[in-house]
């Protein structure tokens, strides 16, 4: 079965850095929209980061431009993202999430849409 399991969260003081991990089995990330979503307290779900791993067709949040890179392990089938000079306000449960090409998921560089695997997130906490 499809799985998607985060690790990396955890708490960090303002202006530190942290690398989330997302490791992928039950399929392979080659060919697939992949990305980043986060949801604070209080907050909807957001996305933060996706890209079209055929393409490289890449979304960044303005909140986040800048600050984060999404990248790839295509031999580990992993998805990371790299999180640079962090901020209160990027507080939340950080959730990895795919879809393969030709189903329900969009990604321009505007955005992301049509997600269909998720995992359970990982908690970061952003304060001194």
């Known amino acids: 079965q499809v799985q998607l399991v985060e690790s990396g969260g955890g708490l960090v003081q303002p202006g530190g850095s942290l690398k989330l991990s997302c490791l992928g089995s039950?399929?392979?990330?080659?060919?697939?929209?992949i990305g980043w979503f986060r949801q604070a307290p209080g907050k909807e779900r957001e996305g933060v980061s996706c890209r079209l791993t055929s393409d490289g067709t890449t979304y960044y949040a303005d909140s986040v431009k800048g600050r984060v890179t999404i990248s790839t392990d295509y031999y580990k089938n992993t998805l990371y993202l790299q999180m640079n000079n962090l901020k209160p306000e990027d507080t939340a449960v950080y959730y990895c999430?795919?879809?393969?090409?030709?189903?329900?998921?969009?990604?321009?560089?505007?955005?992301?849409?049509?997600?269909?695997?998720w995992g359970k997130g990982t908690l970061v906490t952003v304060s001194s």
């Open positions: 999430a795919a879809a393969p090409m030709g189903g329900w998921a969009v990604v321009t560089s505007q955005g992301c849409h049509g997600m269909e695997y």
């Open positions: 039950g399929f392979t990330l080659d060919n697939y929209a």
